[in-house]
């Protein structure tokens, strides 16, 4: 099995997986095609990763987007986008503006201020994604909670991991959102963790994944926790 980059050129999935120490797991992608490339939003580029399991068409998407720190090769390493993938579905991972391998892109609006809700709104078309799930760690927040209010049509399922920006909006207004969340935090983070249960718990189609032990990254905390968790819920989607 081969991964296939957006150039044309291909490398070893294996090589991949070899990223993370102790981990070199090919097995676990080998059904897996990874691919790559850009895709141009209001006029900036920005840098994806894809994962589909082969000849198999995917249940629904996926997308992932990130802290502040991290970029779409968190997911990668974390083997996040191949667990995703091998389940059944299309998991895409982009770089956030001014981050990854988007560093040069600029973003819509300063951090920790809401951007408009039409810059996730042209990810999707640009990426065709519909009926879609959103990831949404952190800093991420202050793209998809207003992606959520103004666009929740076209989300499946909305799994934030203690975002930034959920004090930016009404209780009201989490209220009129129907759309199925897991809200997921860490016990250990002082940060976000509780802040961002307290108003996200006001969305009346919740579940709460708490992760005992884990940090703001609790992903990266307790990433087979992180993977079963969601992973279930993706499966209750239908």
Request: net charge positive; glycine share 8%; charged share 15%.
């Amino acid at each position: 099995m081969k991964r296939i980059l957006a150039s044309g050129m291909s490398l070893p999935v294996a090589s991949e997986s070899s990223r993370l120490p102790g981990r070199n797991h090919p097995a676990v992608m080998a059904a897996v095609q990874v691919t790559e490339g850009t895709i141009t939003v209001d006029g900036q580029t920005l840098f994806y990763r894809q994962a589909k399991a082969a000849q198999q068409v995917p249940r629904l998407s996926v997308l992932l987007l990130h802290g502040i720190r991290f970029s779409s090769e968190t997911w990668l390493n974390l083997q996040t986008l191949s667990k995703v993938a091998e389940a059944g579905y299309r998991a895409v991972a982009i770089d956030l503006p001014g981050l990854g391998r988007s560093k040069d892109a600029t973003a819509p609006a300063p951090v920790g201020e809401p951007a408009p809700s039409g810059f996730l709104k042209s990810v999707f078309e640009a990426l065709q994604l519909d009926q879609a799930v959103v990831i949404s760690p952190s800093l991420s927040g202050m793209y998809s909670l207003p992606f959520l209010f103004q666009h929740n049509g076209l989300l499946k399922a909305y799994v934030p991991v203690a975002p930034i920006c959920t004090d930016k909006f009404s209780a009201s207004q989490y209220a009129s959102v129907k759309t199925p969340t897991l809200i997921v935090y860490g016990d250990q983070d002082t940060q976000m963790g509780e802040v961002s249960l307290n108003n996200l718990k006001n969305l009346p189609n919740h579940k709460v994944m708490l992760m005992k032990g884990a940090g703001h990254a609790c992903y990266l905390d307790k990433p087979e926790e992180w993977h079963l968790g969601l992973l279930d819920f993706l499966k209750s989607l239908g």
